[in-house]
């Protein structure tokens, strides 16, 4: 009887055990390894991998970026005006001339780096770039202005009504200095396009883009 009853009891551990591995257990994945990371080395070297995969994915865009702020607008021979060059001095003038376009002042600024580059080459120093030009053209072309009496007394009876019935004595210096000017600015824009002549202008930028 005894032994009876360990056979029956072996015979039920037995099937409950079929049971279980066929209905409980799940079923092995042939081939199929886990590997667990090492709480140390192993999350550090997954967190440099993520870093790096993050860099390689944003490098691209962060320099595309950059290329496209930075991009030439305008090349005189060697030297490069970027767009980034041209909207700093386009916030800067605005501010003074509100109707003005960057085209306008992306010429200005072609028109300062070739009277900046003459001034140097006749060695003209000066504390500024502005002092340099102003130099440079007072000695380039200022100088050689001279504004005949025939001029002013001209001038000055074309345009009587407007120094309110002042003497032409009273008012000469003053049409002197006018006609000088605009005899000035006549002249720089001849000279300006003697020099853009003799240089290797590129000019790769458009209002509406």
């Given at each position: 009887?005894?032994?009876?009853?360990?056979r029956?009891?072996?015979?039920?551990?037995?099937?409950?055990?079929?049971?279980f591995e066929?209905?409980?257990m799940?079923?092995?994945?042939?081939?199929?390894?886990?590997?667990?990371?090492?709480?140390?080395?192993?999350?550090?070297?997954?967190?440099?991998?993520?870093?790096?995969?993050?860099?390689?994915?944003?490098?691209?865009?962060?320099?595309?970026?950059?290329?496209i702020?930075?991009?030439v607008?305008?090349s005189?021979d060697?030297?490069?005006?970027?767009?980034?060059?041209?909207?700093?001095k386009?916030?800067?003038?605005?501010?003074?001339?509100?109707?003005?376009?960057?085209?306008?002042?992306?010429?200005?600024?072609?028109n300062?780096m070739?009277?900046?580059?003459?001034?140097?080459?006749?060695?003209?120093?000066?504390?500024?770039?502005?002092?340099?030009?102003?130099?440079?053209?007072?000695?380039?072309?200022?100088?050689?202005i001279?504004?005949?009496?025939?001029?002013?007394?001209?001038?000055y009876n074309?345009?009587?009504?407007?120094?309110?019935?002042?003497e032409?004595?009273?008012?000469r210096?003053?049409?002197?200095?006018?006609l000088?000017?605009?005899?000035?600015n006549e002249?720089?824009?001849l000279?300006?396009?003697?020099l853009?002549?003799?240089?290797?202008?590129?000019?790769?930028?458009?209002?509406?883009q």
């Open positions: 009887m005894r032994f009876k009853k360990r029956e009891r072996r015979a039920e551990e037995r099937e409950m055990k079929a049971i066929k209905y409980i799940p079923k092995k994945t042939p081939h199929i390894t886990f590997r667990l990371f090492n709480p140390g080395s192993s999350i550090l070297a997954l967190c440099s991998m993520l870093l790096a995969l993050c860099s390689m994915l944003s490098a691209p865009c962060s320099s595309l970026s950059a290329e702020k930075d991009r607008v305008a005189i060697n030297t490069a005006i970027t767009l980034s060059d041209l909207e700093d386009y916030a800067e003038t605005v501010k003074v001339l509100p109707e003005i376009t960057r085209e306008e002042v992306l010429n200005t600024m072609v300062r070739l009277l900046v580059r003459e001034a140097q080459k006749i060695r003209i120093e000066a504390p500024s770039e502005d002092e340099l030009m102003k130099e440079y053209i007072d000695l380039k072309i200022r100088a050689f001279r504004i005949k009496d025939e001029e002013s007394s001209e001038y074309s345009h009587i009504e407007t120094f309110g019935g002042k032409l004595d009273d008012v210096e003053e049409i002197e200095n006018y000088t000017e605009r005899e000035l002249r720089l824009k000279h300006l396009a003697e853009k002549k003799k240089t290797c202008i590129r000019i790769r930028f458009h209002e509406k």
